[in-house]
């Protein structure tokens, strides 16, 4: 356990569903990175966060994704009008103060199925 | 976009030979942070790379950053079946960025 924790650990919808996607970071770092796995592959950045501030979004996030982190704390990623192409395992990451180490932290993921 | 490449994407071996992954950029790399990913579960942080030539050993394992800073290796030596895993490397721009893994080395062992 990295002290990262991710909800729902499963989640299947059908296509045209939304669906919400919940990560609790370790609670002193203020970094949090969003990362989509799919089989075979290497986690595929998504987005990240300072705070509560979204820094950087991959240009490969289409507009039916968007992730906020309100008070800089627990993030949440929401994709609407699933399609089956968004199958895949989102990750979350915690990180420390820059300067602080640079280490990620994983969170065990939250595994979607659009049927 | 920057894109960091590893190769073998598979390497399967007799438990107590060694195991090297190679990870490859065409553009410089900034720091180059290292994961192993178990079957099933998430990546794990083993370690980060900084320097050009840097080398770090963490028991049986050992890490290389190359002198102009576009690639890097992890050696395992004598490996286990608990070595077993994808390793990934990750390209980390900043301390305060994005970071681009590549795609992993999937290593398996025969007993």
């Known amino acids: 356990d990295t002290g990262v924790s991710q909800d729902p650990r499963h989640k299947i919808t059908k296509r045209g569903q939304n669906v919400t996607f919940r990560c609790d970071p370790i609670?002193?770092?203020?970094?949090l990175y969003w990362y989509r796995q799919t089989l075979g592959q290497g986690p595929e950045f998504l987005t990240y966060f300072q705070n509560e501030a979204q820094l950087e979004k991959s240009r490969l996030l289409s507009d039916r994704f968007s992730a906020e982190r309100p008070k800089g704390s627990f993030s949440t990623l929401e994709i609407q009008r699933t399609e089956q192409g968004d199958s895949a395992m989102y990750l979350c990451a915690s990180r420390g103060t820059s300067g602080r180490g640079d280490e990620q932290y994983f969170g065990p993921g939250t595994r979607l199925t659009v049927t | 976009g920057q894109q960091v490449m590893q190769i073998p994407q598979y390497q399967h071996v007799q438990e107590g030979e060694d195991f090297t992954t190679y990870c490859n950029s065409s553009t410089t790399l900034s720091n180059i942070q290292w994961y192993k990913q178990r079957p099933g579960g998430h990546p794990v942080f083993l370690i980060q790379?900084?320097?050009?030539?840097e080398v770090k050993k963490q028991k049986r394992l050992t890490f290389q950053f190359g002198e102009a800073k576009k690639n890097s290796s992890l050696h395992i030596t004598a490996t286990q079946t608990t070595d077993v895993g994808t390793y990934f490397c990750?390209?980390?721009?900043?301390?305060?960025?994005?970071?681009?893994f590549g795609s992993g080395t999937r290593l398996s062992i025969r007993p």
């Open positions: 609670s002193e770092h203020n970094r």
């Open positions: 990750a390209d980390s721009y900043s301390s305060a960025s994005k970071i681009i």
């Open positions: 790379l900084v320097k050009s030539g």
